[in-house]
T-cell receptor, first 109, second 115 residues
Framework: AQRVTQPEKLLSVFKGAPVELKCNYSYSGSPELFWYVQYSRQRLQLLLRHISRESIKGFTADLNKGETSFHLKKPFAQEEDSAMYYCALVGGSARQLTFGSGTQLTVLP | DGGITQSPKYLFRKEGQNVTLSCEQNLNHDAMYWYRQDPGQGLRLIYYSQIVNDFQKGDIAEGYSVSREKKESFPLTVTSAQKNPTAFYLC??????????????FGSGTRLTVV
């Protein structure tokens, strides 16, 4: 069975500080991992995916198969980064997403 | 304007009633999904469908039913058997082809409240 764990429900950092949102997964095959973000009163949207190795809005995430982790990082947090972040893993014949429980990030001025 | 539309935005249900949540997409996506979002629990998969006239149960299908008569539409019925239906419901669609463009598109959600 596939599982995604986000150990922090709430995370607060000051503007300009580095931020890291933790994500660990369990999956028997080769995982495809994503980070989704939900800003207040907006739709859930894709932030980044591990296969494209991209940086979006200054965020990066590296897949570490040895530690089964996919932590999201940003060196200098901005107030507009305040949102709910979900780590997700895709698997199964219909490629359904399994989500973690989410981390609410608050960036303080 | 391509996208996925959920309606209504807010829905109130009396105890013992069935209600149906609408989800329509014009993205030509093969797969569609229903998730339930509860505070502190993330998103949990209710049902999903890869093709027309076929669907499978997700992790929390009890008390729900779906149909997929058209590629564009995937309505969710919350039946009276669902013990705790008050939640935020999200519909999503995607292609099921592995590749760099893979990703889900989510609707704006329906908030269901039992009164």
């Amino acid at each position: 069975a596939q599982r995604v764990t986000q150990p922090e429900k709430l995370l607060s950092v000051f503007k300009g500080a580095p931020v890291e949102l933790k994500c660990n997964y369990s999956y028997s095959g080769s995982p495809e991992l994503f980070w989704y973000v939900q800003y207040s009163r907006q739709r859930l949207q894709l932030l980044l995916r591990h296969i494209s190795r991209e940086s979006i809005k200054g965020f990066t995430a590296d897949l570490n198969k040895g530690e089964t982790s996919f932590h999201l990082k940003k060196p200098f947090a901005q107030e507009e980064d305040s949102a709910m972040y979900y780590c997700a893993l895709v698997g199964g014949s219909a490629r359904q997403l399994t989500f973690g429980s989410g981390t609410q990030l608050t960036v303080l001025p | 304007d391509g996208g996925i539309t959920q309606s209504p935005k807010y829905l109130f249900r009396k105890e013992g009633q069935n209600v149906t949540l609408s989800c329509e997409q014009n993205l030509n996506h093969d797969a569609m999904y229903w998730y339930r979002q509860d505070p502190g629990q993330g998103l949990r998969l209710i049902y999903y469908s890869q093709i027309v006239n076929d669907f499978q149960k997700g992790d929390i299908a009890e008390g729900y039913s779906v149909s997929r008569e058209k590629k564009e539409s995937f309505p969710l019925t919350v039946t009276s058997a669902q013990k705790n239906p008050t939640a935020f419901y999200l519909c999503a669609s995607s292609t099921i082809v592995k590749g760099s463009n893979y990703g889900y598109t989510f609707g704006s959600g329906t908030r269901l409240t039992v009164v």
